[in-house]
Antibody, heavy 121, light 109 residues
């Protein structure tokens, strides 16, 4: 059974940093691209960042480019999102998401339950 | 940048009725569309990809169609567990920035 378990969310002041983690199990992690998708309270889905199976391609939404960094450790079956210079508009539930393929431009077939990030003073 | 526009924003439907949700792409995306279902308090779930392929475990009452710029998700007979938000998305693009529609809420009539 595929499982994606996010952690690291919480309440943080504007301008501070937070690091999200996602522990993956139930599939061969190093064969698939992974993504972070967020959902602000009461709002729709927004793709945040993605990374291909071998970290060869990495992408970011314009809204987070230069502030967020995605990475993965295939040996640990883990995905990360380093979030710096956080803003109130980054407040959202952050989902760890598995891609159907390793290339990163395919549908998302499994989603974690999300970790809540709240940016507020 | 391709924009996905879903209509209507909200659909009021009685159980057992047939439901059709629409998604329009601002330019042709071939058959590279996806549908997700999101129930309150839950993560989204993949329903349909490649415009018409049901994901694993998705009941046959869900079907997708379309190509180019117009896509539809049809639920043949709405069940109580189908009241939810539905999002369309286009794929086959890197990075997949701004690829989701704004969602259609299917609520009980």
């Amino acid at each position: 059974e595929v499982q994606l378990v996010e952690s690291g969310g919480g309440l943080v002041q504007p301008g501070r940093s937070l690091r999200l983690s996602c522990a993956a199990s139930g599939f061969t992690f190093d064969e698939y691209a992974m993504h972070w998708v967020r959902q602000a309270p009461g709002k729709g889905l927004e793709w945040v960042s993605g990374i291909t199976w071998n970290s060869g391609n990495i992408g970011y939404a314009d809204s987070v480019k230069g502030r967020f960094t995605i990475s993965r450790d295939n040996a640990k079956n883990s995905l990360y999102l380093q979030m710096n210079s956080l803003r109130p508009e980054d407040t959202a539930l952050y989902y760890c998401v598995k891609d159907i393929t390793g290339g990163g431009s395919s549908p998302f077939d499994y989603w974690g339950q999300g970790t809540l990030v709240t940016v507020s003073s | 940048e391709i924009v996905m526009t879903q209509s209507p924003a909200t659909l009021s439907v009685a159980p057992g009725e047939r439901v059709t949700l629409s998604c329009r792409a601002s330019q042709s995306i071939g058959s590279n569309s996806v549908w997700y279902q999101q129930k309150p308090g839950q993560a989204p779930r993949l329903l349909i990809y490649g415009a018409s392929t049901r994901a694993t475990g998705i009941p046959a009452r869900f079907s997708g169609s379309g190509s180019g710029t117009e896509f539809t998700l049809t639920i043949s007979s709405l069940q109580s567990e189908d009241f939810a938000l539905y999002y369309c998305q286009h794929f086959n693009i890197w990075p997949p920035n701004q690829t989701f529609g704004q969602g259609t809420k299917v609520e009980i009539k």
